[in-house]
């Protein structure tokens, strides 16, 4: 294995190219994400935002390009090998994915005691210390998935992913499905957890409110490609018709939605 | 000839279908010998999986034994007075070798592989595994091994359990509706069973345990869509367990008995 230089991206995409049957959803993928720094790919829903990102989690295989970590290449890796570069990782799932059979504290815990081998209690006592950090009590650790609001089974997602202080965390549609409020929220906590950990993100999203406030760069997908990537600033004056429609969320321009009449 | 591709296409999906399978158990099983074990997780199993069954596959085995009692009474009184004898020696064979681990592994199939199919299968759909493969966590040792090593262990003693509470079935039905000696009855019980009567029933429920759990596991790993996809899966764990309980069922039986 290759020792990354200091210039080396965390992770480097090289024409990473994924279809399901007939319909190719990424078709040429090129994107670096340099050491702590914060990315976010917006698009349309069904845009292949989420098998992006699960390309590079080892969910889902590409069928061409490359894939590294770290400068090592991990596109095509063994289970136990997966599971060693998964161990840099952290992912926030749209939907939370907490696991219903286990307590919140085990939740957040689980990537501790499975992955690392960390005892039960001092596990125990990290998680209540993470669950903390995303402004929630002690109780709620006694507490199980199903009890919880959604905002707050996002913070609780949300401790779970940077509970094993990962090099690299996965945010996928951070804030669908919450009030503005409880959004902007977890817009702050990712920005906190984020900035304060030194953590590298990609996020996935199309809430552009949410996107110019946790990226400091963005990358917009279309049709299988990124068409476009700049400052997070900069995207409200991009100069492509494709970007200026999704940021001002019209109708009418280039993006044709499938509707049927 | 325009129904031939039509079949073809059945018979493909087929192989492909048992070839899914087949890769699913093979990759379970090489799990089961490599570490990270899950001691905690067997154990939560086989106590779901034992413990928790113990009253429906008690219920079945009681009624079957007693059922089979009256039925070989009134059947061999049409043939020959003073057939007594046999009642307990048809009732000791057809619990041990067949009706224990079958009516066992049907019970449990509905219990057990239908609920496995639904939890792993809701898992699946709001992405818990994927979660799991996230956090450096193997789904196969972490939901499959222990499910199949449960099975496989459970399912024997259920059955070891299923036929004393089947032969006592009889036993009360005998000795009390029908007017039997009671130690005539028992004698002839330990007359008659043997050793062989015993072990294929209890290899039968080891097959059957494993089928169950591997078939509950394989559905729901790989159920589609949202709650309708859960439920099709829940459907098809249980009617191919059954199936091929029943399947193996003969084939095991060919193995200790065909002549």
Request: proline fraction near 5%; include cysteine; hydrophobic fraction near 45%.
């Amino acid at each position: 294995m290759s020792v990354p230089s200091e210039n080396t991206p965390v992770v480097h995409l090289q024409d990473v190219r994924k279809s399901f049957g007939p319909k190719d959803v990424l078709t040429g993928i090129d994107l670096d994400i340099q050491k702590g720094e914060s990315v976010v790919v917006i698009g349309s829903s069904g845009s292949g935002k989420s098998v992006l990102i699960k390309s590079i989690l080892g969910i889902v295989q590409p069928d061409t390009g490359v894939i590294e970590v770290d400068g090592e290449n991990v596109t095509y890796l063994s289970p136990p090998e997966r599971d060693a570069v998964n161990r840099k990782f952290g992912m926030l799932f749209q939907g939370g994915a907490l696991f219903d059979s286990l307590p919140v504290w085990e939740n957040v815990a689980f990537g501790l005691i499975q992955g690392r081998d960390m005892h039960r209690r001092d596990a125990r006592e990290h998680a209540v210390k993470t669950l903390g950090k995303v402004g929630l009590a002690p109780e709620v650790g006694e507490l199980f998935p199903a009890e919880l609001s959604g905002g707050m089974q996002k913070r609780v997602g949300l401790a779970r992913a940077i509970a094993v202080e990962p090099e690299i965390v996965f945010f996928d549609e951070p804030t669908t499905g919450l009030d503005p409020i409880m959004a902007d929220v977890i817009n702050d906590l990712i920005v906190s957890c984020v900035k304060q950990q030194g953590i590298t993100a990609l996020s996935i999203t199309h809430d552009m409110r949410s996107a110019k406030k946790i990226g400091d760069r963005i990358a917009m997908l279309y049709e299988g490609k990124l068409i476009w990537v700049g400052d997070a600033k900069e995207v409200d004056q991009a100069d492509n018709p494709y970007v200026d429609q999704f940021v001002r969320g019209r109708a009418v321009g280039p993006i044709k939605m499938q509707l049927r009449r | 000839m325009n129904f031939l591709p039509s079949i073809g296409r059945v018979v493909l999906a087929f192989l492909a279908h048992l070839g899914r399978l087949t890769l699913f158990a093979l990759t379970a099983l090489s799990h089961c010998v490599r570490p990270p074990f899950y001691p905690r997780l067997i154990g939560r199993q086989m106590i779901d999986i034992g413990y928790y069954s113990l009253p429906v596959v008690g219920l079945t085995a009681v009624f079957s034994g007693m059922v089979l009692a009256l039925q070989s009474y009134t059947g061999f009184a049409r043939f020959a007075a003073g057939s007594e004898n046999a009642v307990a020696n048809v009732v000791v064979v057809s619990i041990t070798r067949e009706l224990g681990p079958v009516l066992a592994g049907l019970m449990v199939a509905g219990r057990i592989g239908g609920s496995m199919a639904a939890e792993i299968g809701t898992m699946r759909v709001t992405e818990q595994i994927d979660a799991l493969t996230t956090l450096s966590t193997n789904p196969y040792k972490y939901l499959v091994v222990p499910r199949l090593l449960a099975g496989l262990l459970m399912l024997p003693i259920l059955v070891l359990v299923a036929d004393i509470i089947g032969v006592f079935g009889g036993y009360m039905v005998s000795v009390f509706k029908l007017g039997f000696n009671p130690t005539s009855y028992i004698n002839n019980t330990y007359d008659f069973v043997t050793t062989t009567d015993i072990v294929s029933g209890l290899v039968k429920a080891a097959v059957f345990g494993f089928i169950i759990a591997l078939m509950g596991c394989y559905s729901g790993y790989h159920s589609k869509g949202g709650a309708q996809g859960v439920g099709a899966a829940t459907t098809n764990a249980v009617v191919s367990a059954s199936i091929l309980i029943l399947t193996f069922n003969y084939v095991i039986t060919e193995l200790f008995f065909g002549t």
